[in-house]
């Protein structure tokens, strides 16, 4: 005994109300431009946003701590907990190998200090910048990155 093929089924007909060219809607992603920026840290969930977005950037961040001393660096990791006590963030120094972990209770301002390393640097605009250079005739293309530097 055979049944239907999937195929046959009506989700799998053209104008369907399941077309899978129709159902494409997912929004592409927005990347906001922070740098340069710096927040102001009124309450407790202003200071967890502005350090979400921290850690997300590419480039440096300086922290200005509570006993007015300053860290530049990147924030490559955090842990958001209950309480701004128990949240940190871990940041590689600009000037140290060393890693320093900085509770969030501690941290009075931050400034998004350093150069975003890959803005514009987007597949489509990679992409853009090929086949610009493949029209113009330059022949030493290749599929290697650029440096970020």
């Known amino acids: 005994m055979t049944g239907p093929r999937h195929a046959d089924r009506p989700s ?6 399941l077309d899978p060219d129709k159902l494409e809607v997912a929004p592409g ?3 906001e431009s922070v740098q340069g920026w710096v927040p102001e840290l009124a309450t407790e969930e ?3 946003i ?5 850690f997300d950037y590419r480039g440096d961040v300086t ?9 530049e660096g990147y924030i490559f990791d955090r842990v958001s907990g209950a309480t701004l006590a128990t949240s940190f963030v871990r940041v590689l120094p600009k000037d140290s190998g060393q890693r320093l972990k900085i509770a969030y209770a501690d941290i009075a301002a931050i400034a998004f200090s350093g150069r975003d390393t890959a803005a514009g640097k987007s597949w489509e605009a990679w992409v853009h910048k090929y086949w610009e250079k493949k029209e113009s005739g330059e022949a030493d293309l290749s ?3 650029e440096s970020l530097e």
């Open 12 to 17: 799998h007909t053209e104008g369907s109300p």
């Open 29 to 31: 992603t927005v990347h």
């Open 46 to 48: 202003e200071l967890r």
């Open 50 to 54: 502005a350090l979400e977005k921290a």
């Open 63 to 71: 922290l200005t701590l509570k006993d007015n001393s300053k860290i």
């Open 143 to 145: 599929l290697e990155p």
